[in-house]
């Protein structure tokens, strides 16, 4: 009888040579998972994979299909290099009978474009030679987006100021300041204006800063017109021929007191000392008529030029009679006149009057307004009321007035004489205007006045 063996192999997986494992194989992909924006975190699973004896995993992230360098954890962070690319992972399993690699499901990346929730925000001394700084604001979007930053003067660009500090210049001076900030990122840019700033002249806010330590809270009207003038004056080219400025800002006599040019409480600094009857107000300083003036300590031989000078007196009071002088010296030895004279019996300034139209009588119906006497040659000598002229004579080359010049009575040989009764609003002494200075002169006082609701 013939018999047969028949041997049966069970092979349930293909098993190494060496036999005793199964290499990895993989049944189930990896699935990587998270929102596809850039900066958002994505993470894979290995998958799901069969092998003995046990396995271990390892990850690859790619970029279309190519190895990020560096990225071999489960999860991974979406970067600017991503944007519209494909992003998989690769699993790779292993054990000690082999290895297999499994690719993940793909992810495209995207991106937000900039949105600003918290506008930039400026900082900073609004003064002059100050520096501002300017906070990005809060911003969404991704990837995060980098800033520019553009400065801007009432709105305008200013050139090459891109960083986020901005130094202040004389040309910011009474205008606003704002600073643009710019986000950008690969899905696009977006931008946001700051805060703005009205930027102050640093003369003008020395002024303030004397007026208001005397107690006085200068209103933002008072202070912005302060700075006007002082912005106009510097402008105009006047402001370095000015010895002596007073705004009479504020309503007392320590706000009237101070030099605008140099607002130092001394005699030196040519600050006013009031004497006699004053009424001090928002509106300027009004004098008795009877016994008031105001010592400038101001010495026209010391300080002024013998032909170049100029006195102004801003009245706004009218009286139609008698001899008043506003503001000057007058009749020392040599004889000379350092003087605005209204209603009066003329005008003297920086030496001895002449016939030839100086002596003429200004006196009209109405004397308020803004007067200013002006010398800038050897004998020509002018004095305009509200710019326009109403003495045009000559004088004299006498040697100037060894004294000083007194604010509401004239100061002779030490003697206060024609005492005034007009209110000050504004006045001023230094050196000789041209024409064309003298012009803008008014234009900027009057402008000035205007501001304060205090012009005639």
Not at 190 to 218: F, R, Y
Not at 231 to 250: C, P, R, S
Not at 361 to 390: C, E, H, M, P, W
Request: charge should be neutral.
């Amino acid at each position: 009888m013939l018999t047969v063996t028949i041997t049966n192999t069970i092979m349930s997986k293909t098993r190494n040579a060496g036999g005793g494992g199964i290499p990895p194989s993989n049944t189930v992909a990896p699935v990587i998972s998270g929102s596809s924006t850039i900066g958002s975190t994505l993470s894979s699973t290995t998958g799901t994979w069969v092998g003995d004896p046990v396995i271990t995993y390892s990850y690859q992230w790619k970029r279309a299909g190519v190895d990020i360098v560096g990225e071999t954890n489960s999860t991974y962070v979406l970067v600017a290099a991503d944007y519209n690319q494909a992003i998989t992972c690769e699993v790779t399993a292993t054990n000690a009978f082999g290895a297999a690699s499994a690719t993940s499901n793909s992810i495209i990346a995207t991106a937000t474009a900039p949105v600003n929730t918290v506008a930039p925000v400026i900082s900073g001394t609004a003064v002059v030679g100050q520096t501002l700084s300017s906070t990005t604001g809060t911003w969404t979007g991704a990837p995060t987006p980098t800033y520019a930053y553009q400065w801007k003067r009432n709105g305008s660009n200013i050139a090459s100021a891109t960083s986020s500090t901005y130094t202040l210049v004389q040309a910011d001076a009474t205008f606003a300041i704002t600073c643009a900030v710019t986000a950008t990122n690969i899905a696009g840019s977006a931008e946001a204006t700051s805060n703005s700033l009205t930027i102050t002249d640093a003369d003008a806010q020395s002024v303030i800063t004397a007026i208001e330590s005397t107690g006085v809270t200068l209103t933002t009207t008072q202070k912005n017109a302060c700075n006007q003038l002082i912005v106009d004056l510097k402008g105009f080219g006047i402001w370095t021929k000015m010895k002596a400025l007073y705004g009479f800002l504020g309503g007392t006599a320590g706000a009237h007191k101070w030099n605008w040019k140099d607002p130092q409480d001394t005699n030196a600094a040519f600050r006013l000392v009031f004497n006699g009857g004053w009424t001090h107000s928002v509106t300027g300083a009004l004098p008795n008529g009877t016994n008031a003036y105001a010592d400038s300590f101001l010495n026209t031989q010391t300080h002024l030029s013998l032909n170049s000078g100029h006195l102004s007196y801003y009245s706004r009071l009218n009286t139609i009679s008698g001899s008043y002088i506003e503001i000057g010296s007058l009749r020392p030895t040599p004889d000379s006149y350092t003087a605005i004279i209204i209603n009066g019996f003329g005008l003297g300034y920086l030496g001895r009057i002449n016939n030839g139209g100086a002596y003429d009588n200004i006196a009209n119906a109405d004397s308020r307004g803004f007067y200013l006497t002006n010398r800038t040659a050897s004998n020509i000598i002018k004095l305009q009321k509200n710019g326009t002229v109403v003495v045009n004579g000559t004088a004299a080359s006498n040697a100037t007035s060894n004294i000083n010049i007194y604010l509401g009575a004239a100061n002779n040989s030490g003697i206060t004489q024609y005492y005034t009764n007009r209110e000050c609003a504004f006045s001023s002494i230094g050196d000789g205007l041209t024409g064309t200075e003298a012009a803008n002169f008014y234009t900027a006082v009057n402008a000035y006045q205007v501001a304060l609701s205090r012009n005639v």
